[in-house]
């Protein structure tokens, strides 16, 4: 097979015709020219149309053959639109003013899924900002092709970019489990943004979010999806339980210190953990200490009967269950129960919304951790418009450009 029927496979050419093939300094260039039987197509709208005038030479590069870098050469040509006015043509084999060609946008991109974008650049040879325009390529176009119209239900939730407090909120949406935007920072004005990118038509199809109970989340979310069901997330509410469960075995710690120091000692997650997951010797400890008339064997047994909260299927019996639980809480004499309870009042009506539609952050969660594993796998990113762009391409199940030909 020759070069020129390789290389005309591999571009989809229709339109277009190759003129020469030729060696310079060590690289295969192809000269294209077009075919004057068909008719110039506007890249704005598709419409065809009569040629205007022909610009200068332009240079693409091309998917490596055998190891040999290979540039496309071709003069494009402007046309008179109906509909724009005097455009460029259409040229199916590169995206806007992109000096890559699609096929290697999409080679390079498939292989920055999978390892480290500076090590795509030096199996291919090619400098890291190449590699970074060939995926912001094949995201740009997955962006504006993917379909947002079944969106039903969506999880919210920040991650940390790097040390310092540097956050980004993160929006999934929990039926395909896909990254639907990433922002900076994680304040309200921040999500008012995801809505307004959404639309409002969009909108006001969602039927419910989850997220935790950051109050900037929670005031974005109620401004622009009044009909949404607000699910506070379950697993967030039980962190909030066991760091209130954990400040009771502090206090008591620090006042047994001068009288009995060994006794609550190495015994953090004999209280934290779930009962099944105790060891024999975190057990036959357990049970010595409840014997003992101790605060934070209160605290323990009041977590371990909020647990029965998530066992109902009703919003009826869980809102009775909660309010005797609620009872309990605050006449435990335990402060941090008080307050735990009383923040889960402040919140009721959110929280039994769980009843009404069984969502929670669990796959959050899990993309979370696929985040944090894209950002280590290149040791972090140093702007936020990369640390995005990486984001999009690894979780965002974002379509691509269809190619004619399947590079292995």
Not at 166 to 189: F, N
Request: glycine share 4%; hydrophobic share 40%; proline share 4%.
């Amino acid at each position: 097979m020759l070069v020129e029927s390789i290389v005309r496979k591999t571009l989809g050419l229709k339109r277009h015709c190759i003129k020469k093939v030729t060696k310079e300094h060590e690289e295969i260039v192809v000269y294209l020219f077009p075919d004057r039987r068909c008719r110039v197509i506007c890249s704005c709208c598709g419409r065809k149309g009569p040629g205007y005038d022909t610009l200068k030479e332009r240079r693409w590069k091309h998917v490596p053959l055998w190891g040999i870098p290979v540039t496309l050469v071709y003069s494009p040509r402007r046309l008179q639109c109906m509909n724009c006015g005097i455009k460029v043509e259409e040229i199916p084999w590169t995206q806007g003013k992109s000096p890559l060609s699609l096929p290697l946008s999409v080679v390079l991109a498939t292989w920055s899924k999978l390892v480290a974008w500076n090590v795509v650049g030096q199996l291919f040879g090619f400098h890291w900002n190449t590699v970074r325009k060939a995926v912001k390529n094949v995201v740009d176009y997955g962006l504006a092709n993917r379909d947002l119209g079944d969106l039903l239900y969506i999880g919210i939730d920040e991650i940390s970019r790097k040390k310092g407090h540097v956050y980004h909120t993160q929006v999934y949406d929990l039926i395909e489990k896909r990254l639907l935007w990433s922002g900076e920072d994680r304040t309200a004005e921040t999500l008012d943004a995801f809505f307004d990118y959404l639309g409002k038509d969009r909108c006001e199809h969602i039927e419910a979010v989850c997220c935790d109970m950051w109050a900037p989340y929670i005031d974005a979310i109620k401004k622009h999806l009044p009909n949404a069901l607000l699910v506070f997330d379950k697993f967030h509410i039980i962190r909030h339980l066991l760091d209130a469960v954990d400040q009771v075995r502090k206090e008591e710690s620090q006042k047994l210190k001068s009288e009995n120091p060994e006794l609550l000692k190495k015994s953090r997650y004999i209280w934290l953990k779930n009962p099944w997951n105790l060891t024999d010797k975190q057990r036959v400890r357990l049970s010595d200490l409840e014997k003992l008339n101790l605060k934070i064997n209160r605290a323990y047994l009041l977590k371990e009967a909020f647990r029965k909260f998530w066992d109902y299927s009703y919003p009826a019996w869980a809102k009775k269950y909660l309010d005797q639980w609620f009872w309990w809480a605050t006449h435990s004499r335990l402060k941090p129960m008080r307050d735990f309870a009383w923040m889960i009042r402040r919140h009721q009506d959110d929280i039994l919304n769980y009843f009404k539609v069984l969502i929670d952050n669990g796959a959050v969660e899990g993309l979370n951790n696929k985040a944090k594993a894209i950002s280590h796998r290149a040791y972090g990113y140093r702007t936020a418009e990369t640390f995005k762009l990486a984001l999009y391409h690894g979780m965002g199940k974002l379509p691509e450009p269809q190619l004619t030909h399947k590079f292995a």
